[in-house]
């Protein structure tokens, strides 16, 4: 374990063993932070910079040049996950294990991140957003509140890989996307919006749309996905399908 001096945690918050914490830390009443974790772990040109000065490394170093990062009340971060430097939970956050949270990084409230995602940096992330396991969300990525997005989801950033141009996704409020979707660079998916499993979105998808295939159209609409939703809910829309 190896804990900053310069870190502001909290008499309430529980840090497990063999947990790094870095740089000017604050860590909130209540909060999780699971075994084996880092947090504050500085960005790559910090490391380059270490790297060419000395042959010999340790957190005493990272610890030196790290920013920290700030993780609100009641949060859990679970074992393996390592959150870099400049990133803000809000609170309530929770990950799963080995999730990646890359610096300058915003998440708002009551936020949850599944199990091997990736953050990759640069990204805001509104409230009560729900990620599921093993999803990738690229820089310039901004999600609003209340979305849902299903395991394996990819968004992109690049259209003509490896370019030297990236273009952010926007999702707006209380978007759902489905498993195995990827989202195409630059596109904005308006709110109240389903994107169907496995679909790939390369246009903007109008509010309250529902789209699904390759490439990704529009087959209805949220008022009849809620109303289908409902009525599975309650086992009437597999007797409907079955009768």
């Keep these: 374990m190896y804990i900053s001096p310069k870190a502001k945690i909290s008499k309430s918050a529980i ?22 974790t880092i947090i504050g772990y500085p960005v ?24 920290g990062s700030i993780i609100r009340t009641r949060c859990i971060i679970r074992t393996g996950s390592i959150i870099y430097e400049n990133v803000h939970l809000g609170n309530f956050v929770e990950t799963g294990h080995n999730v990646v ?15 091997g ?18 999803v990738y ?3 310039e990525t901004k999600i609003g509140n209340n979305v849902f ?8 950033n690049d259209k003509y890989p490896p370019s030297k141009r990236l ?34 979105v390369t246009k903007d998808v109008p509010p309250g749309s ?11 609409n949220y008022e009849d996905y809620v109303r289908k939703r409902e009525e599975y809910e309650k086992g009437e829309y597999v007797k409907k399908t079955l009768a």
């Design 149 to 156: 997005l299903g395991p394996r989801v990819v968004i992109t």
């Design 210 to 220: 529902v789209v699904a295939g390759v490439p990704a159209k529009i087959i209805g």
């Design 137 to 139: 969300i690229p820089p």
């Design 15 to 36: 840090v497990e063993g063999e947990t790094i914490i870095l740089g000017n830390t604050i860590i909130g009443n209540s909060t999780i932070i699971g075994h084996g």
């Design 117 to 134: 995602t990736i953050i990759d940096g640069n990204v805001k992330i509104g409230e009560n957003v729900s990620i599921q396991s093993s």
């Design 167 to 200: 273009l952010g996704v926007v999702i707006e409020d209380n978007v759902v996307v489905g498993a195995n979707s990827t989202l195409i660079a630059g596109v904005r998916i308006g709110k109240n919006s389903v994107i169907a499993a496995g679909a790939v």
């Design 101 to 115: 949270i890359r610096e300058n990084t915003v998440i708002g409230n009551g936020s949850k991140i599944g199990t």
């Design 44 to 67: 790559r040109s910090k490391i380059l910079q270490l790297l060419a000065s000395r042959k010999v490394l340790n957190y005493t170093y990272y610890d030196n040049v790290s920013s």
